[in-house]
């Protein structure tokens, strides 16, 4: 392709499908979430070669456009060896373009859209430290009078706990980006989904201190439900301070 011809979708996916090497195109990204495309969205696509396969579609490896970004990966890195964890969520909700694997392909999506449950059960804990560390900072600093500080810690503390809710269903947290769209097609179980986002919205921007309060007693029955009391009882009398108080919350 010249730089007059630039990469094209379409004839990219014409080329590889063409070729024997590859096993799998997956879609990734905006393209492949329903009521996300905008002008401005690209195709991210995989490219899945066989591990010693040569295949001419090489010389595209690492092409970035503004129509078309791909990534060419073998069958064993495709399945986890080479990929980054931070593409996991893009991976959960990515669309099957070709599969030459009888459902093989699909497979491997569906591994990578669910966490294994001692992967799922140890981040879980770490994140949900994180979420009362972060927490417990915010109100503290609410408490001194350092408005700034506990405006920042409480948004620090939506990005664990989102990472918290997601791991506790063994699901990777989407992106920010695409966090409404997941929950309006996949809500998690127990939680309102209108109530959590409201909450997470008004946290993140106001650090609204009752309500992260309210909203911890909520995380801390669902955590507690699920094996993981002995993080925060390792926090102690400290929990008081993230609790609802009885007389207001000036602390």
Not at 46 to 63: E, K, P, Q
Not at 66 to 78: G, R
Request: hydrophobic share 45%; proline share 3%.
């Amino acid at each position: 392709m010249t730089a007059q011809q630039p990469l094209a979708y379409d004839a990219f996916v014409e080329l590889a499908v063409a070729d024997s090497a590859v096993l799998g195109l997956v879609l990734k990204g905006s393209q492949a979430h329903d009521g996300m495309i905008t002008p401005h969205s690209d195709h991210d696509l995989y490219v899945v070669v066989a591990d010693d396969a040569t295949t001419d579609l090489s010389r595209f490896a690492g092409h970035r456009s503004a129509e078309l970004d791909l990534v060419i990966a073998t069958l064993t890195e495709f399945r986890g060896t080479g990929m980054p964890g931070w593409e996991r969520y893009a991976l959960a909700r990515a669309r099957v373009v070709l599969d030459r694997l009888n459902g093989g392909i699909v497979r491997i999506l569906a591994d990578w859209a669910r966490l294994d449950a001692d992967e799922a059960f140890r981040d879980a804990g770490g994140w949900l430290d994180a979420y009362t560390n972060s927490l417990y900072r915010s109100v503290k600093n609410h408490r001194d009078g350092l408005a700034l500080a506990a405006r920042l810690d409480a948004a620090d503390s939506m990005r664990f706990l989102l990472e918290l809710l997601f791991a506790l269903h063994r699901r990777p947290r989407p992106y920010n980006k695409y966090l409404e769209w997941e929950l309006a097609r996949y809500p998690l179980p127990g939680w309102d989904t209108d109530v959590l986002l409201s909450a997470v919205d008004r946290i993140s921007a106001a650090g609204d201190v009752s309500l992260q309060r309210q909203l911890f007693t909520l995380v801390e029955n669902a955590v507690r439900e699920a094996g993981h009391g002995e993080v925060l009882d390792a926090w102690g009398d400290d929990l008081d301070l993230m609790r609802p108080q009885e007389a207001g919350d000036t602390a």
